[in-house]
Each structure stands twice: as C-alpha cells, then as structure tokens.
C-alpha cells in the first residue's frame, strides 16, 4: 500500500497508459508495430498497413473512471479486427474470458440476415504479467484452430490468439527473448523495464528503436501529470477492495463447503457432500464480489438486477460476468449480459 501523497508508479504495462498511448492517432506507427510484432515473430506473413482504433480512449474524459480492464480495439487494412489487452492480475476463468472476448467481437460483426462471407479474422493480443502456458515456458504462445493430429490444416484463420506472458522476464529470465524476433524483444522490454531504467539504457536495450523511445518518453510525461497520478491512485485503491472481497469470498465458500459435508452427515455421502457444498459456496461466494463490484461503480443496484444475480448457479458463468462487471462501462451494459 502506498502512502496518501506518494506519488503512484505507472508501468508501461497499466491499462490506462496503453490504451492512451495506443489511442492516439500519433502513435499509429507504435500501435501497428506492436501487433505486427506480435504477428511477425510467429511467422505472420499478412502484416498490418494502417492500423484504426475502434473504440479511443480519452483519458482526461475518464479520470475519474476505475475500471480495471481496457482494451484497444483496431481495424487494419484488410478489415481484420485486433484486441490489445493487458492484465497484470490472473483470473480463476481467466481463458474462458479471453474466448468469450473473442466470441464476442466475432459474432457483433453481423446483424441479422447477413451473410456469414462479411466476416473477418479476430485477433487477440493479450499481454499479462502472470503465466497462462506456464508448461511451454515461452514468452509468447499463439492458439488456432487446427486439426489435432494434422496441424497443418487449419479450419479457418478467422481466430487467433496471442498469449504475450512477461512472467519469466520480469523475474529476470532474459533467456526467453533468445528466440523471439527483435521487434518483439524490443516492446516485451519496454513493457518490463520501462519505469526501471534510465532513457539512456533503454537506448541501448532496444538498439536505439525509436519506436520505444517514444513510448518510453510518453510513459514519463504521462506519469508526471497530476490528474493521472489521482487516477492511477483511484484505481489501484479500487482493485486492491477487489481482490480482498474476492478472497474473502473465497474462504467464506470452503467454510460453507465443510459446513454441507458436515451435514450430509453418513461416510459415504460426506465427499459428495463436501464437494458439492464447495460450488454452492463458491458460487455464493462471487455472487457476492459481483454485488460488491457494482455497488462501488453505480452505488445503487436495482433489485432485479440483484435477484438475478442471486439466482446463478454456475461458478464459471459468475465469474465471466464478475468480468463484465469490472469492464462494462454503464450499469444498462451490464444488464444486457447480466439478464439476457
């Protein structure tokens, strides 16, 4: 925790300075060459030209907005859709977060009755400071949709995932950048280091890319701004009420689960019993931390809403939609997934 008038530490790897930075139009060469980079260093032959955000973000419009999870949403040349998200915290249904994000993006491209031959490739670049593929040990993993036991045919090229895990690297495993293409190399130390040295040695660190060293100024000038810094404050109070309503949540579940065991009272059923009264826990557990969420980012809750949430039963469902609770921008938002 840090004290009430120190000043806060913004890595290059905080949401709201990469959804800043990549939104300006300025910075178009730096947002194309992170996802050619990403692109590129596994073989990418169809790189990106021009590279139009989505959904900018004005940073000064949000100052006082907490929401932890910002994308960067893009259209290049070819209409190919990417999303560019970080996440320095890992999530229980972090994956199947990432897939519904996909999903999501996939299928809003078409309204009712068009044909299916409008849609375009979906690229997602999810760049986090936790292992996802810890047992391939890599710092970059890219996920399509092949043919098990034919990996060379390829059902369709219209999803691809792109794992960028810092982990290693941020523990001081250089040895992973060994393999990947200097580009890649270039903003994976940035992401890392670019709080943590000097200009000078982030010069020599990415051969003087002055890609990075654009960044690495932006990075400094937007850590100087005092409304940013009150922000960046807000925020990390926000996530740091999150994650401890989240945890004790959680171990209010187990004790529910051996209370359920306890109840089922004969030998036989008491694992079932247990195992059984861990969900229900569970589940109460994040229908709790949903409730928590929004009532700290729209004070008051409708009860529908409420009673809706309330009847879920699904572990994984309450916990895409304790995502969405984090991310959606207005409570209506959230109430189209919520309710639907």
Known sequence: MFEKDAPVIIKPTSDIFIVSFLSAPKNEPSLRSIINAALQDKGGRKLIETARVLNPFNIKKHIFDKRIALDVRVEDNRKRAFNIEIQTYPHPAFCERILYGWANSYSSQLVVGENYKNL??????????????????KIHSVFELR??????????DHIQLHVWQLDKLIKGHTEVLEDVTPDFAHWSNFFVFGNKISEAEMTAL????????EAYRELQQFTADPQIQELARQRH???VDYHLA????????KKEGRKEGRKEGKKEGRKEGIKKGKKEGQAEGIRNTILVILRKRFTNVPQEIE????????????ELLSSHALDCQTLDDFVTVALK
């Not at 375009?120 to 040990?137: D, M, P």
């Not at 990415?206 to 060293?213: A, E, K, M, V």
């Open 120 to 137: 375009k490739a979906v690229i997602t670049i999810v760049i986090t400071e936790f292992a996802i593929c810890r047992q391939l040990g």
């Open 147 to 156: 043919e098990c036991e034919h990996p060379d045919f390829v059902f369709s």
């Open 246 to 253: 989240m945890n004790a949540f959680k171990k209010e579940g």
């Open 237 to 239: 109070l926000f996530l």
């Open 307 to 318: 009673t809706a949430i309330q009847q879920m039963n699904d572990p994984i469902a309450l």
């Open 206 to 213: 990415t051969d003087n890319d002055p890609r990075i060293i």
